[in-house]
């Protein structure tokens, strides 16, 4: 079996299962039908392990877009990761990955959850190092770490519900809402959650898994390790207090702002994604504190098609550039790849909420919610606000990728996609512009009817077209020494690294303890308790062993020495 081969098998046999759980989930979504599947593994007493499945429409929707964008993301890595020697291991890995986050959808037991979530967890890690140089085992560690705080969060919130009597936490989230016992899992799951999905302060490991391959960064940022956290918090949705929902809507109103602002302020393509992700899971954990766990999973959905196809844009671009991912040395490209340039622009405008796209039908309605519920101004400031920046950076990135001059070397080839990867990329692109709305009357059978004043009502395309013109103004900017940001070094310096997040919340928790580690080891190991422990017992026994050694040695003057010794001896004890 060649590279090809395994390529093919695994996508026909991931869009097989994902074409059959999205028509499954059509049924259940029809028919309002929810299963258990229970098998009882050991049963010691009155003690069991059960192993419990949940198949309903939100699940088997959910399992269904993983399998297609995974199968369609290894079609593309047929062509993206050509000449690689480790390939099985590499498509292995995504397998796993999938399979890992297959257990996290389908259980709704607090221990098949954490063997899905250790499963992402230590995959995403051996995905991310994957290339092996410093910077990737730097961004492994961050990654595996981070993730860990929410791993002891939910090996915390498993030991709390021995007091129900059972981990299917399902059968408890209703009439056990607001007892002190839910209310700790739920902040439990909350900090787990933000831990996945990034949010303030967890949120610099995200852009840093940027290390990884460009397959795996579609992978993750759409549909599989980012989401788990979201998809978690709209499954527990039910049992936060109004306290914890303030607290979560204040966090990821935060996040989407810190995300939205450093995005327009960064030049690295991948990065510039990767806090668009940043900035659509604030929104997703954000219209979840609000109220409409069901109008989050819509946007999940939405956002995982349009995210994998910029994923994927974004590769073949770094690609034929010579893996250059400055946007600055970028321009052009519409004019030499216009298919991929093509791709790139209908999911950048279906992040922006362009009319009729996928991202239109969630983004929009859930701003309007927005509108119509009892929100304070600064909640309302920051999502709007917001969704302006993601349409500021979606045009300066169009200026500077696809439309602006030529910036790099005349050496250059260009070519577009290859085959595989322009198959992966139409794939998407026809469910970017036709699924948001078949999505909508699925989940939503019955439509919204939202009746807003008219300066309401349009505040949305204002603050879109406010967001566009200022992306042009910022791209047709001189780069340079009179460059605005260099009069303003340290605020842009600010806005643009994640609110120092990655100083504080990384260097900052590390900084101390190598710092006291390396006070100890100079001090201690390598100090006094070397000269008092190890070290110094050999010492001294080799110098008693010395001293034995001369006295074996058989010399006269010893043997005289012993004589004069104990002649003394015995006239002392005579005399005594």
């Not at 080839?413 to 595989?420: L, Q």
């Not at 699925?442 to 505040?459: A, E, G, K, M």
């Not at 120092?500 to 190598?514: N, R």
Request: proline fraction near 2%.
């Amino acid at each position: 079996m060649n590279f090809i081969s395994i390529c093919f098998v695994s996508f026909f046999f991931l869009l097989f299962f994902g074409i059959l759980s999205f028509f499954v989930g059509f049924v259940f979504v029809v028919k309002d039908l929810v299963y258990f599947i229970e098998w009882d593994i050991i049963t010691l007493n009155s003690s069991s392990v059960v192993m419990t499945l949940l198949f309903d429409w939100m699940s088997l929707f959910f399992l269904g877009f993983v399998f297609f964008i995974s199968s369609l993301v290894v079609l593309y890595s047929d062509d993206y990761m050509h000449g690689d020697l480790n390939i099985y291991r590499f498509i292995y890995l995504v397998l796993l990955f999938v399979v890992s986050m297959m257990f996290l959808i389908l259980s709704p037991n607090l221990i098949s959850i954490l063997l899905g979530w250790d499963g992402l967890g230590l995959v995403s890690y051996c995905l991310v190092i994957y290339y092996q140089n410093f910077k990737s085992y730097g961004a492994g560690m961050l990654t595996a770490l981070s993730n860990r705080v929410g791993d002891v969060a939910l090996l915390m919130s498993i030991a709390w519900m021995f007091n129900f009597g059972s981990w299917n936490y399902v059968y408890y989230l209703f009439f056990m809402s607001g007892s002190m016992e839910m209310n700790f899992i739920s902040f439990l799951v909350v900090l787990a959650a933000m831990t996945s999905s990034a949010q303030i302060p967890f949120s610099s490991w995200l852009p840093a898994a940027m290390a990884a391959p460009t397959p795996v960064s579609a992978l993750v940022h759409s549909s599989t390790l980012v989401t788990a956290g979201v998809y978690l918090l709209i499954r527990f949705s039910c049992s936060f207090g109004d306290s914890l929902n303030s607290f979560l809507l204040l966090v990821s109103g935060l996040t989407m702002f810190m995300s939205g602002l450093g995005a327009n302020f960064e030049f690295d393509l991948s990065s510039v994604i990767a806090l668009s992700t940043l900035s659509q899971l604030g929104l997703m954990v954000g219209i979840v504190s609000f109220g409409f766990p069901e109008l989050a999973f819509f946007h999940l959905l939405t956002h995982a098609l349009f995210k994998a196809l910029l994923f994927m844009c974004a590769g073949v671009v770094i690609h034929v550039m010579g893996d250059s991912q400055d946007i600055r040395f970028m321009g052009g490209v519409s004019f030499f790849m216009p298919f991929t340039s093509s791709c790139l622009v209908v999911s950048s405008f279906a992040l922006c909420g362009m009319p009729f796209l996928a991202g239109f039908y969630s983004s929009d309605l859930i701003l309007e919610m927005v509108l119509l519920g009892y929100f304070n101004f600064f909640g309302l400031l920051l999502f709007f606000l917001s969704t302006g920046l993601t349409v500021c950076y979606s045009f300066r990135l169009f200026y500077y990728v696809l439309f602006g001059d030529f910036n790099l070397s005349s050496f250059c080839s260009f070519e577009d996609a290859g085959n595989n990867m322009c198959t992966g990329m139409l794939g998407l692109l026809v469910v970017v512009i036709f699924g948001g709305s078949m999505l909508s009357w699925l989940i939503f059978p019955t439509p919204f009817v939202i009746c807003l004043p008219f300066y309401l009502s349009t505040s949305v395309l204002l603050v879109s077209i406010l967001g566009g013109w200022l992306g042009y103004e910022l791209s047709k900017v001189d780069l340079g020494e009179f460059l605005f940001s260099m009069f303003l070094y340290k605020s842009s310096f600010f806005f643009g690294s994640m609110w120092f997040m990655p100083y504080v919340f990384v260097y900052g928790v590390s900084l101390f303890p190598l710092n006291y580690g390396y006070v100890i080891i100079k001090s201690f190991d390598s100090g006094w308790s070397e000269f008092f422990g190890g070290q110094g017992l050999f010492w001294f026994f080799s110098f008693l062993a010395k001293g034995n050694q001369w006295l074996q040695y058989g010399s006269l003057s010893v043997y005289m020495f012993f004589i004069v010794v104990w002649i003394n001896l015995l006239v002392f004890f005579m005399f005594m």
